[in-house]
T-cell receptor
């Protein structure tokens, strides 16, 4: 499986600021995704990162709050904008090469908002 | 009602025991069923996946799917301390969008 490098691994941010998370895959993937993992809750898909075009967001997530870029097949960023304590969570980048059951993940970004 | 229900645990068992982890689901349209393992401060990694009802074995791990009961299980034989992790079940309709359970935290006691 491919290796996904995600950074930062953790950060503590102030309310109202923004944080950009970077995701680098070591080989080409067909699809990249961003998930959120909150304590006691299941992984929730935020959006599908589309190469060279706007991301496809899931219900409850909007581009103004979570802008996503994917300039090429191996790199994507997620920005958490105008943060509040409710945004404190683990954010995970993931990808697949087309196998619909074979999703692989980065190590995640632990975000705490004060 | 959640689409996928999973007992969050925590579950503690002695080393060498057989572990049984389970999920139930409500949507009969789910086609692929997966188990992910997540160590602390790491992302989930795919452990097992199955498509049809029945058992699939890989070393000490066996995944079981019962579509008629909408119930899936993961069995771990001869459990080791290195198996201590959170186990997530997941499923999809045959596309890339996965629906996850909340995860079961497992601790194997030496």
């Amino acid at each position: 499986s491919a290796v996904i490098s995600q950074k930062p691994s953790r950060d503590i941010c102030q309310r109202g600021t923004s944080l950009t998370i970077q995701c680098q895959v070591d080989s080409q993937v067909t699809m990249m995704f961003w998930y959120r993992q909150q304590p006691g809750q299941s992984l929730t898909l935020i959006a599908t990162a589309n190469q060279g075009s706007e991301a496809t967001y899931e219900s409850g997530f909007v581009i103004d709050k979570f802008p996503i870029s994917r300039p090429n097949l191996t790199f994507s960023t997620l920005t958490v904008s105008n943060m509040s304590p409710e945004d404190s969570s683990i954010y995970l980048c993931s990808g697949t090469r087309g196998g619909r059951e074979k999703l692989f993940f980065g190590s995640g970004t632990q975000l705490s908002v004060l | 009602q959640k689409e996928v229900e999973q007992d969050p645990g925590p579950l503690s068992v002695p080393e060498g025991a057989i572990v049984s982890l389970n999920c139930t689901y409500s949507n009969s349209a789910f086609q692929y069923f997966m188990w992910y393992r997540q160590y602390s401060r790491k992302g989930p990694e795919l452990l097992m996946y199955t498509y049809s009802s029945g058992n699939k074995e890989d070393g000490r791990f066996t995944a079981q799917v019962d579509k008629s009961s909408k119930y899936i299980s993961l069995f771990i034989r001869d459990s080791q301390p290195s198996d201590s992790a959170t186990y997530l079940c997941a499923m999809n309709f045959g596309n890339e969008k996965l629906t996850f359970g909340t995860g079961t935290r497992l601790t194997i006691i030496p």
